[in-house]
C-alpha cells in the first residue's frame, strides 16, 4: 500500500475528516502511478461532499488515480444537492473567517510569528475560545470557527460577508507590525474568503509532501515542531470542534463597520455574458 492509502484507510482518519467535511463543499487531488496529477470538485455531475463513511470510500480511487489530499469550503451549507447549490449564496449558512499564512517549511518559525500575531489581536478581540490552527504543508491557516457567530447577528449579516471582513479587518490592523518578519521570511496573509475557496481539510496529506495537516490550539503554539505533520505519528487536536457561540460577533460588528462585507457581493453588475457558474453548470449538464 502507498502512504495514501495507509493514511486514508486508518479508521481515526476517516472520522475526523468525515466530521470537518459535513456541510461543506470538498475537492480532491488525485495522483497517478506517474505521479501526475488531477483535481476534482465535482463526481457525475454533483458537487463533491463527504458526510458519511459511504461517500468517503465512493472519493478513494478515480479512474486509476488514488487520492491524496483533501480540501473543504469555508462555507458550511444547507444542503448540497446540486450544482446550483454550492453558488446560491442563500443556501450558505455558516462561514468560519480563514487566515492563510502561506510560507515555506523551512521557516516555519516565523510563519507561528505570524499566526501568533494574528491569534493575539483576535485575543485582544475577545475571541478566544473558537480558534484554531492548521499546519498544511508549507504554511499555516488560523481559523475563527464558523460558530462563533450568534443567531442574532446571523440574522442581519450573511455569513460570508462576516468572515472576509473579519480576514480583511485583521490583516490591515497588522500589515505594519507583520511587514518584516513577512519579507524576512517570504510569506504571504492572503484574504482568500470567498464563495468557492477551499481549504486543506484537517488530517490530509499535502499533494506534494509527504506531510498530515493537523491542527492544533493556541496554547501550543509554542510547542509545534515539524515532526507533528509526520505520517503516521503525527499530532493532532481534535479540540478543532470546541467555540462559544456569538464569541465573535463584536469582532464581526466592528470589522463590517470598518471593511463592508464581501467587495464582489455588494456589486452587482449587468452581464452581457453568460456567469461563469452558469457557464460550468451548463457544461457539467452536458450528457
Known amino acids: 500500500m502507498s502512504l495514501a492509502e495507509r493514511h486514508y484507510s486508518r479508521p481515526d482518519v476517516q472520522d475526523e475528516i468525515i466530521d470537518f467535511c459535513r456541510g461543506r463543499w470538498v475537492a480532491v487531488h488525485y495522483r497517478g502511478l506517474g505521479g501526475d496529477m488531477i483535481f476534482r470538485r465535482y463526481m457525475h455531475g454533483r458537487p463533491l461532499r463527504i458526510d458519511t463513511a459511504i461517500s468517503f470510500s465512493e472519493i478513494l480511487k478515480l479512474n486509476g488515480y488514488s487520492l491524496r489530499s483533501i480540501y473543504a469550503s469555508a462555507n458550511v451549507y444547507w444542503r448540497i444537492k446540486g450544482i446550483e447549490d454550492v453558488y446560491d449564496l442563500s443556501n450558505i449558512r455558516l462561514c468560519s473567517p480563514v487566515w492563510d499564512i502561506d510560507g515555506e517549511l523551512e521557516n516555519w518559525r516565523l510563519t507561528l510569528r505570524v499566526a501568533e500575531e494574528i491569534v493575539s489581536f483576535l485575543n485582544d478581540m475577545g475571541v478566544e475560545e473558537s480558534l484554531f490552527l492548521k499546519w498544511s504543508g508549507n504554511g499555516c491557516h488560523v481559523h475563527i470557527h464558523e460558530g462563533a457567530f450568534s443567531d442574532g447577528l446571523l440574522r442581519k449579516h450573511h455569513p460570508l460577508d462576516l468572515a472576509y471582513a473579519i480576514v480583511e479587518f485583521v490583516n490591515s490592523r497588522l500589515h505594519n507590525r507583520l511587514l518584516e518578519i513577512l519579507v524576512k521570511g517570504r510569506i504571504k496573509i492572503e484574504n482568500r474568503v470567498d464563495p ?78 453568460i456567469p461563469l457558474d452558469k457557464q460550468i453548470i451548463k457544461w457539467l449538464r452536458k450528457d
Open 196 to 273: 468557492a475557496r477551499v481549504f486543506t481539510c484537517p488530517l490530509s496529506l499535502h499533494r506534494e509532501l509527504d506531510v498530515v495537516c493537523v491542527c492544533f490550539r493556541q496554547n501550543e503554539i509554542s510547542k509545534f515542531n515539524p515532526e507533528w505533520i509526520e505520517p503516521p505519528g503525527f499530532h493532532h487536536d481534535p479540540s478543532w470542534r470546541d467555540h462559544v457561540r456569538g464569541e465573535a460577533d463584536d469582532l464581526a460588528v466592528e470589522a463590517l463597520n470598518a471593511i463592508g462585507g464581501y467587495p464582489l457581493k455588494r456589486r452587482r453588475r449587468r452581464r452581457k455574458t
